[in-house]
C-alpha cells in the first residue's frame, strides 16, 4: 500500500471516530457526567483524541507522501 492510500484511511478513519466522539459528547447521560464531575467519560475522550490523532497522521501521511 502507498503512503497516500493509508494517510486517506487514516484521515476517514479519524473523521469516524471524530464523528462517533461528538456525538457521544451530546447524549443526555454525558452531558450529566459532564455537569456532575466537569468533563466526559474517558470513553468519550478516547473517540476524541484518537479520531484527532488519526486525522493528523494521516494528513501529515497524505503531504508527505510516505
Sequence with gaps: MSGKLIGLILIVAGAVL???????TE???EELSRTLTGRYSNETMIYLIAG????????AMLIKGR
Design 27 to 29: 447524549s443526555p447521560l
Design 52 to 59: 484527532g490523532v488519526a486525522a493528523v497522521a494521516g494528513l
Design 18 to 24: 471524530l464523528y462517533f466522539g461528538i456525538n457521544a
